[in-house]
């Protein structure tokens, strides 16, 4: 009957303080009924033994009630937000309605936008737990563990996510329309995995729109490798120290238009060491240095062939 009791006071929301603060009241008018009719010490001290001891039992049956009620609650809440995290990530996407009614269900409100986040510990020998707000939806039992922030724009939301950077290597995809929080998580398990390669620095948050260069190139690896092959030829020749330097002169020239204090200050020489080099890289290009025909495959080229020569280094 108190198991009852216990479950039936967790099921309404309430704690069971008030249902202790009566087990105590009860005993002790017990207590003094019992004493009030019985005038031998012989006879009291095993009656006060057996209604404490009776108070403890039933008050201990009905907090195993109360907790396998709350148990059971937080698995059906826990069940409803697998549901609708495998329904919000589906391809196609559910409907509108059937989000909606599968959210009302878990008690989840539908946000304007999300964004996907691929996790992967960085203590493989030490499981770490996420503490998260209530209406960040998450699964860390399968093989790729991974959450769904709401409104991952909002005041607040970085905190979050820096908080679980420190013990997981945290990938955010780009902030999308619900609809779309599929497509936001598969580019934050693309980067997730290019930082497992070394192509991408594990360091600090990574945000898939500080790398969607270097995501896109490298959704077609082998074409990458084919237009790298092709379009950087002349630098064969070159020991691999000089043909680095070089590679990354010329990226730096592409992105800044030729100009040499400009690409000078992102590499961090002198622009006259910029200068030096360029006359090189015309000495082995030729014309097709400055074809504006050829200058966005050749950048593609020069960042996917640095991205992957670093990470053979590492």
């Known amino acids: 009957m108190y198991r009852t009791i216990g479950a039936w006071e967790a099921d309404q929301g309430r704690s069971l303080d008030a249902l202790q603060r009566s087990l105590r009241v009860g005993a002790r008018l017990a207590w003094r009924r019992i004493a009030d009719q019985c005038d031998s010490p012989d006879v009291l001290g095993p009656l006060a033994e057996a209604i404490f001891l009776f108070l403890d039992e039933i008050a201990a049956a009905a907090s195993e009630g109360y907790l396998k009620a709350i148990g059971r609650a937080a698995g059906e809440v826990e069940r409803r937000r697998r549901r609708l995290l495998g329904l919000l990530l589906s391809d196609p996407p559910a409907s509108p309605e059937e989000a909606a009614e599968v959210a009302r269900i878990a008690g989840w409100a539908l946000p304007r936008t999300v964004a996907g986040v691929a996790l992967h510990e960085r203590k493989q020998d030490q499981f770490t737990p996420l503490t998260l707000p209530p209406d960040v939806l998450v699964d860390t039992d399968g093989p790729q563990p991974y959450l769904l922030l709401p409104d991952p724009d909002g005041p607040g939301r970085s905190r979050i996510l820096e908080a679980i950077d420190v013990d997981w ?5 780009p ?7 599929a497509s936001s998580l598969r580019w934050a398990r693309e980067a997730l995995a ?4 070394g192509i991408i620095s594990p360091d600090g948050l990574i945000r898939c729109s500080d790398h969607e260069a270097t995501l896109v190139i490298f959704r077609d690896e082998d074409f990458i490798r084919n237009v790298a092959a092709g379009r950087l030829a002349p630098l064969d020749a070159l020991r691999p120290g000089q043909r680095e330097r070089l590679a990354e002169t010329l990226l730096a020239c ?5 100009n040499a204090n400009e690409a000078a200050e992102r590499l961090h020489i002198h622009p006259q060491t910029v200068r030096y080099r360029l006359r090189q890289l015309e000495d082995l290009f030729g014309e097709r240095l400055y074809d504006t025909d050829r200058q966005l495959a050749l950048e593609m080229a020069l960042h996917a062939w640095l991205a992957l020569t670093r990470a053979d280094e590492a």
């Open 169 to 173: 290597i945290t990938a955010v995809g």
């Open 254 to 258: 592409l992105q800044r238009g030729f």
């Open 194 to 197: 290019l930082v497992r390669r």
């Open 175 to 181: 902030t999308v329309p619900l609809r779309s929080a």
